[in-house]
T-cell receptor, first 116, second 112 residues
Framework: DGGITQSPKYLFRKEGQNVTLSCEQN?????MYWYRQDPGQGLRLIYY???????QKGDIAEGYSVSREKKESFPLTVTSAQKNPTAFYLC???????????????FGEGSRLTVL | AQSVAQPEDQVNVAEGNPLTVKCTYS??????LFWYVQYPNRGLQFLLK??????LVKGSYGFEAEFNKSQTSFHLKKPSALVSDSALYFC??????????FGGGTRLMVKP
């Protein structure tokens, strides 16, 4: 079945360590996104990519990095520079990025990162 | 800047009663509006969208939403709530050329 796969579902990290969250989609979507979800704050955009080898910062990009070497993959690295990394991270994709009929976002199941 | 407001952190309703989850938006130009639902420790699932046309949009699981341009609202409704509808609901908005902006979410609790 087509969809978005995020891994790992749960991840624990010690302070000072970088960690990479995986996001893979087989929907043939051009655009991919990373959101951070904290209780009571809704979703905040970290990074997005509309095409391979290109990506842009979202509202809260500091302390994060991404790459888009393949259409199917958009991994997110949470670096030690991120001051409060404990959160639920959601990856999403859409057919296109900013065109008017971009349609809805398709979300993965999320990755919960806890910093010990 | 565009924004989305969900004024209620939580909505409580009895099973079988109608439910409304409120959403207001601020978007320049024509808005594109969405509702998503999230179950615990899961990703968001698309419910419905308004792009253009009829102001009453029907979506998944018996949900519908009414677009009101004059009130800049897009409230989610269902005629008869189910216990299984209990979840976190997000409204989102964008205009052409912009990213989606999400509201803070509303927790719906349906009691038997």
């Amino acid at each position: 079945d087509g969809g978005i796969t995020q891994s790992p579902k749960y991840l624990f990290r010690k302070e000072g360590q970088n960690v990479t969250l995986s996001c893979e989609q087989n929907l043939n979507h051009d655009a991919m996104y990373w959101y951070r979800q904290d209780p009571g704050q809704g979703l905040r955009l970290i990074y997005y990519s509309q095409i391979v080898n290109d990506f842009q910062k979202g509202d809260i990009a500091e302390g994060y990095s991404v790459s888009r070497e393949k259409k199917e993959s958009f991994p997110l690295t949470v670096t030690s520079a991120q001051k409060n990394p404990t959160a639920f991270y959601l990856c999403a994709s859409s057919i296109k990025g900013l065109e008017p009929n971009t349609g809805e976002l398709f979300f993965g199941e999320g990755s919960r990162l806890t910093v010990l | 800047a565009q924004s989305v407001a969900q004024p209620e952190d939580q909505v409580n309703v009895a099973e079988g009663n109608p439910l409304t989850v409120k959403c207001t938006y601020s978007v320049s130009g024509n808005p594109y509006l969405f509702w998503y639902v999230q179950y615990p420790n899961r990703g968001l699932q698309f419910l419905l969208k308004y792009i253009t046309g009829d102001n009453l949009v029907k979506g998944s699981y018996g949900f519908e939403a009414e677009f009101n341009k004059s009130q800049t609202s897009f409230h989610l409704k269902k005629p008869s709530a189910l216990v299984s509808d209990s979840a976190l609901y997000f409204c989102a908005a964008r205009n052409a050329g912009n990213m989606l902006t999400f509201g803070g979410g509303t927790r719906l609790m349906v009691k038997p």
